[in-house]
């Protein structure tokens, strides 16, 4: 059986991004700075979806010839479709052409847009052989018979049990050499890759806990096991862990730090966490065999808006503390900022740019607050919509109803906050060395103190 894996990276959509609801690029706009913060991200040619990649191995596994399209429709018994909000109506349309010119072929919906949205997809291709799959996408390595059988438009396939049972994922057929991060890296290419899945917190905006409200973990050595892998297979240099709380489990934090040490090459390596999960000790030992770059998510210093969305705050000094921290230990870290709340104001959204330039990360990325379908916010909010089109559910655009400001002026004060964050002197006074790491063969050593006393 041929399987096409459907793909398109129309409006530089990054697909694996915002929970799999995928992530767009800042607009194009009429400031200089602002442009030239754009061109930055266009430089990055991130990876195809980890779950792709997985369904490669997964699919070559049972047997099946499998093939990816970017964008064309190629003749396949069974067509795979990944859609992000913002490439949903393409996909749609898509899917449409092959329900007509080849109604005899199987068409699945997998990943978080098809979870979050079964119900308007299903109908729009009610009667179609087209079947939206709920739940984890690798749940096809048990589950694709009964799948390909079902005469309904949806299944719930839930979530893989054990990690350890999958395979290795296979980046084979996507351009892997390419694939480059730039804000987390300086070697390439880079792999996606993770440790754990879920997320214990419950952030009402959130689409990681849409599917399911823990974390499953997988062996360490099979983690290091699948970098080796990488490394000789596919020439990775850099892995981007795509777990929402890398180190929530400690002891597995701290297991694989030692088995990257082991492995046959240095790597570069970034995760994503939480400030108040991350120890000092564990800190530490994954600088020293790889750490580069941290993503964590600050959003608003405003503890009433956090609280009113289920976000567990962490404390001001905290936060600057683990910044000025992880600048010392030569780490970047990569901070999440939310502006565009339903109730903000002018005075709101630069209280939230003035704490970002407090702390000062290595780089500051201002979402403005995007409603997911499937998660509480976007039920609470949805009268409060204002644009249903999904094409500009890029994190970079607004889309609902503000009660104090005009969907223009969150806009401009949207691209205020990057330009405002990145174009001022203390920015690369700090960051300099972490921007530019060839810096530090010629530069004396910045100790702790006046890092700390600097944020």
């Given at each position: 059986?041929?399987?096409?894996?459907?793909?398109?990276?129309?409006?530089?959509?990054?697909?694996?991004?915002?929970?799999?609801?995928?992530?767009?690029?800042?607009?194009?706009?009429?400031?200089?700075?602002?442009?030239?913060?754009?061109?930055?991200?266009?430089?990055?040619?991130?990876?195809?979806?980890?779950?792709?990649?997985?369904?490669?191995?997964i699919?070559?596994?049972l047997?099946?010839?499998?093939?990816?399209?970017?964008?064309?429709?190629?003749?396949?018994?069974?067509?795979?479709?990944?859609?992000?909000?913002?490439?949903?109506?393409?996909?749609?349309?898509?899917?449409?052409?092959?329900?007509?010119?080849?109604?005899?072929?199987?068409?699945?919906?997998?990943?978080?847009?098809?979870?979050?949205?079964?119900?308007?997809?299903?109908?729009?291709?009610?009667?179609?052989?087209?079947?939206?799959?709920?739940?984890?996408p690798?749940?096809?390595?048990?589950?694709?018979?009964?799948?390909?059988?079902?005469?309904?438009?949806?299944?719930?396939v839930?979530?893989?049990?054990?990690l350890?049972?999958?395979?290795?994922?296979?980046?084979?057929?996507?351009?892997?050499?390419?694939?480059?991060?730039?804000?987390?890296?300086?070697?390439?290419?880079?792999?996606?890759?993770?440790?754990?899945?879920?997320?214990?917190?419950?952030?009402?905006?959130?689409?990681?806990?849409?599917?399911?409200?823990?974390?499953?973990?997988r062996?360490?050595?099979?983690?290091?096991?699948?970098?080796?892998h990488?490394?000789?297979?596919?020439?990775?240099?850099?892995?981007?862990?795509?777990?929402?709380?890398?180190?929530?489990?400690?002891?597995?934090?701290?297991?694989?730090?030692?088995?990257?040490?082991?492995?046959?090459?240095?790597?570069?390596?970034?995760?994503?966490?939480?400030?108040?999960?991350?120890?000092a000790?564990t800190?530490?030992?994954?600088?020293?065999?790889?750490?580069?770059?941290?993503?964590?998510?600050?959003e608003?210093?405003?503890?009433?808006?956090?609280?009113?969305?289920?976000?567990?705050?962490?404390?001001?000094?905290?936060?600057?503390?683990?910044?000025?921290?992880?600048?010392?230990?030569?780490?970047?870290?990569?901070?999440?900022?939310?502006?565009?709340?339903?109730?903000?104001?002018?005075?709101?959204?630069?209280?939230?740019?003035?704490?970002?330039?407090?702390?000062?990360?290595?780089?500051?990325?201002?979402?403005?607050?995007?409603?997911?379908?499937?998660?509480?916010?976007?039920n609470?909010?949805?009268?409060?919509?204002?644009?249903?089109?999904?094409?500009?559910?890029?994190?970079?655009?607004?889309?609902?109803?503000?009660?104090?400001?005009?969907?223009?002026?969150?806009?401009?004060?949207?691209?205020?906050?990057?330009?405002?964050?990145?174009?001022?002197?203390?920015?690369?006074?700090?960051?300099?060395?972490?921007?530019?790491?060839?810096?530090?063969?010629?530069?004396?050593?910045?100790?702790?103190?006046?890092?700390?006393?600097?944020?």
């Amino acid at each position: 059986m041929k399987v096409c894996l459907w793909d398109t990276r129309r409006s530089n959509v990054q697909k694996d991004f915002a929970g799999g609801m995928g992530v767009g690029m800042p607009q194009k706009s009429g400031s200089l700075r602002a442009n030239f913060i754009r061109r930055m991200y266009l430089r990055d040619y991130r990876p195809t979806a980890l779950n792709f990649a997985y369904l490669v191995a997964i699919l070559k596994q049972l047997g099946h010839s499998v093939c990816y399209s970017l964008d064309a429709i190629v003749p396949a018994d069974v067509y795979i479709f990944n859609p992000a909000l913002l490439t949903l109506d393409d996909e749609m349309t898509t899917i449409q052409k092959i329900v007509e010119s080849s109604p005899e072929s199987k068409i699945l919906v997998v990943g978080q847009v098809a979870f979050g949205m079964t119900e308007q997809i299903s109908a729009a291709f009610a009667g179609a052989n087209v079947v939206v799959v709920r739940g984890e996408p690798e749940q096809l390595l048990h589950r694709l018979d009964e799948v390909l059988a079902t005469t309904e438009n949806t299944i719930d396939v839930g979530v893989v049990a054990d990690l350890d049972t999958l395979p290795m994922p296979d980046w084979s057929l996507f351009r892997y050499k390419d694939f480059r991060i730039m804000y987390d890296f300086w070697r390439f290419p880079t792999a996606l890759i993770q440790q754990s899945r879920g997320c214990t917190f419950k952030c009402n905006y959130c689409p990681y806990i849409m599917i399911e409200s823990k974390t499953r973990f997988r062996n360490p050595e099979l983690v290091a096991a699948e970098m080796q892998h990488g490394i000789d297979r596919y020439g990775f240099e850099s892995f981007k862990f795509r777990d929402p709380l890398f180190g929530l489990n400690r002891k597995k934090a701290l297991e694989l730090a030692e088995k990257i040490g082991g492995l046959s090459k240095r790597i570069q390596f970034s995760i994503e966490t939480r400030v108040d999960i991350m120890k000092a000790e564990t800190l530490e030992a994954l600088r020293k065999v790889g750490l580069t770059s941290i993503t964590i998510g600050i959003e608003t210093p405003d503890e009433v808006t956090l609280k009113k969305y289920d976000r567990v705050a962490i404390k001001d000094d905290r936060q600057r503390e683990f910044i000025a921290t992880c600048r010392q230990l030569g780490i970047r870290t990569v901070a999440g900022f939310m502006v565009g709340f339903p109730n903000d104001t002018q005075q709101s959204i630069f209280e939230v740019l003035n704490y970002a330039r407090k702390v000062n990360p290595t780089f500051a990325n201002f979402n403005i607050v995007t409603p997911y379908p499937g998660t509480q916010f976007y039920n609470e909010v949805k009268d409060q919509i204002a644009d249903f089109d999904h094409s500009k559910y890029s994190v970079y655009q607004p889309v609902l109803k503000y009660k104090n400001l005009t969907s223009r002026q969150v806009q401009k004060l949207h691209s205020a906050c990057f330009s405002k964050f990145y174009f001022r002197s203390r920015y690369f006074q700090e960051n300099g060395r972490l921007l530019w790491p060839q810096l530090n063969r010629f530069l004396p050593g910045i100790s702790t103190a006046k890092e700390t006393k600097a944020a």
